[in-house]
């Protein structure tokens, strides 16, 4: 068994806040996080698999099938966008690290599947100094 | 003469576009940059300050007040904003990171100058692969 | 079940010695970290806590918590010390990076479980090519 | 029980390639990593030991003695070297990471055996973007 | 006046050593940097420009314009190669930093100057601890 | 022209305060650095050489013979020591970065110049929010 790990990074805009509590209310609960005219970051995202090497190529699955997959399936539909507004995959979804973690967890577990390798870890950072890590249950 | 430099960090929302262009004419000119919903940014600023060792204390000024400068002037009034809409620094300026950084230069260069040193430099990431430097002139 | 890492750093001055040991056994055993007059590292402290994400707010818990908690119990006492003379609880403790991994550890554990967490695993960094994990047992 | 990491470097030149393939099937199953004329890499390696922490020393091993068996079994006789060509313990094996990271296992088992801990994790970078983990089966 | 840098990256083989040299005198004066079976690199290449911000636009160059320069110009021909068998712009030079430098400082001058803009400094890390920076002259 | 930079590290104890300060003016004017006790740092530096690329190796100067300098005339001075206590070239010397870079290009510019190249610069970094950097004059 080997663990590979790709790394993407893409930027987008969120709002930490929930609809039913007042403007009050979000930023006595999500402080600066829940500024109404949004702020930004630069996530940095770790998609590690696991599986048997395979005897015919002496890899695990092809990167550049790893690389191609993560970005049709997140970095496409989030890399400069509004997280709150227009990710398909986060409607509906509260927009912390954590969620996103998990969102994302569900976008790649079935397409990773199909490389003959299985997803390990969705790991992201929201800065240098906070990251999420999420093993599927 | 000695230089020294003050890394800080702040996050951000921005969008990249003229006013008397049209959504597709920004799209054309700035790309995924001027999505209107928005998108946003872990900013590391580096502030290069220069001048003489002073004799009583050893060094050049003191690191705290130099600190607490940027912080009044710059990252309080820019960290998890929306650089267009509300950060008073940048109101009626275009918001790409070379304006931001002449603006921060201009938010800074008088505060040095009371330490009893001199700003050399303005040094700002946007993304691990693009910076710009900007020195006063 | 999600994993939340915070990274916190603090400088401090340290000696690895014995008591019981002359100043050549203890330069024999611990190399040029037994030097008597100390020397000195930038730690850098990795703490990741684990547990389910709060339905109420989306994430599993508030940063600006965590980050003062590590700050109460650890970095407000340790950082710009001697690890050996001044650190209470590193009192009558061997001040190597593993024994101080597992202080923290102890320092840590009941004030994230108010959290509604769990503390999962302490990494800690000497320098950037040596460093420790400790998972509590 | 407690967990050490060691950070070695070493660059070296390589290429995947089936000598059963032709040159046109080598291109078109591993791109242009099969260049016949080589290309190379700075990698990075994590080396991962487990352990008691011994109570006579305070630390789990001597960190100058894990350097030194990384260097004799593994650095040095790759750092600077063609993988495909000249490295003994890769000799007849594919110079993926992958492969590279389970014969830098089989290098290092036994020797770490004799510190009286245990081999852990072998962390090999071939880039920023990937990376190896390899637990030993 | 502002500078603006892009980060691009590349790998690739090469050797240090002189045609007129005996493999000894080779092993002698570049060391195992001589190696005559290859070693390689993962070079880092910071490319900087300056130039007036383009009032129209609000910034200096289109970012994507200069990458698509940095890659037509100095990457594509050069990344997964052999910098002394196969790379156009170094054919007849010696493969150091220092050369290889100055040789992409070569390719990217006057490609800058039609985006309006001058090229002000290479600088090209070979390792973490090496690097070169040229200013063209 | 070109420039090379060599990276090196050392990690040593210090304390900011004059020996005609009370220990409270101590306290009051350099802060927590003033701790009698010590405090330490893991300390990066980075030395900047300048000259004409020798055509007969390709190179400006051999990278081990620097790194040996710099090891000779600073870094075996200083790592794991106490810089107040027992540096040679700190004696009687305000143990600030500043002060430590300007040493430093004390230590090396001679030495530099018979490797047939000048000193062009000293970078040196406390943690990785300050650095300071000396031209020499």
């Not at 790709?6 to 930027?11: P, V």
Request: net charge negative; aromatic share 12%.
């Amino acid at each position: 068994m080997i663990f590979i790990t790709r790394r993407e990074r893409f930027n987008a805009a969120h709002r930490l806040f929930r609809t039913d509590f007042s403007d009050e209310k979000n930023a006595e609960v999500f402080g600066k996080c829940s500024n109404p005219n949004w702020h930004g970051h630069n996530y940095e995202l770790f998609v590690t698999i696991k599986g048997e090497v395979n005897p015919e190529t002496g890899f695990l699955v092809n990167l550049k099938l790893l690389s191609k997959i993560i970005r049709e399936k997140v970095t496409d539909q989030i890399d400069h966008k509004n997280i709150n507004l227009e990710v398909p995959f986060m409607q509906g979804k509260f927009a912390s690290t954590e969620m996103l973690a998990m969102a994302i967890w569900d976008q790649l577990e079935t397409s990773i599947t199909t490389l003959g390798a299985a997803l390990h870890c969705i790991k992201l950072y929201e800065s240098e100094n906070n990251f999420v890590e999420y093993y599927g249950h």
